[in-house]
């Protein structure tokens, strides 16, 4: 496993946002980094993890959606053996139901819910990628969660 710069600027911002609280520094940061990588054109682990970071930090859930569908394209040309020269624990299956959680919630807050649905079918067809860890539980109680949002709308 080789040093990542652009991973460690990426986990600098999720912890200027998730930590720091301050969303419109890591959305600055990450938009450089975007700028630096080249866009959706830059190392498919890079654009998929920056472009799932992204999402987080958007204000509006049209924004959120085109930054979530990035990072899902970019992660279907990631392989594991990339993944795992940055230090990716998880092979590549087990980054999609974050990724179809994400977009299904993005569907669900727009109202499409045949989207979101959708979306939360193929996540819950990936759950078997997912560890038994706090990583797996967060995403699997996401699931639960907004499965039972669906439920309730509809």
């Not at 930090?57 to 394209?73: G, K, M, N």
């Not at 959680?101 to 067809?125: I, Q």
Request: charged letters at 30%; one cysteine or more.
């Amino acid at each position: 496993m080789g040093f990542d710069d652009v991973m460690v600027r990426i986990g600098q911002g999720v912890d200027l946002h998730h930590r720091q609280g301050r969303r419109e520094a890591a959305r600055q940061l990450f938009a450089e980094i975007w700028a630096e990588i080249g866009g959706e054109q830059g190392d498919p682990l890079h654009v998929s993890v920056l472009a799932h970071s992204m999402a987080d930090v958007q204000d509006d859930v049209r924004e959120e959606l085109r930054w979530d569908l990035r990072a899902l394209a970019a992660t279907g040309r990631l392989t594991d053996d990339r993944a795992q020269q940055a230090g990716v624990t998880l092979p590549v299956a087990g980054l999609y139901p974050s990724l179809h959680l994400n977009l299904c919630d993005c569907y669900r807050k727009l109202g499409d819910l045949d989207r979101a649905r959708d979306h939360l079918a193929k996540a819950e067809a990936g759950l078997d990628a997912l560890p038994d860890d706090d990583y797996g539980r967060l995403i699997r109680d996401g699931l639960e969660t907004i499965r039972q949002q669906l439920e309730n709308a509809g």
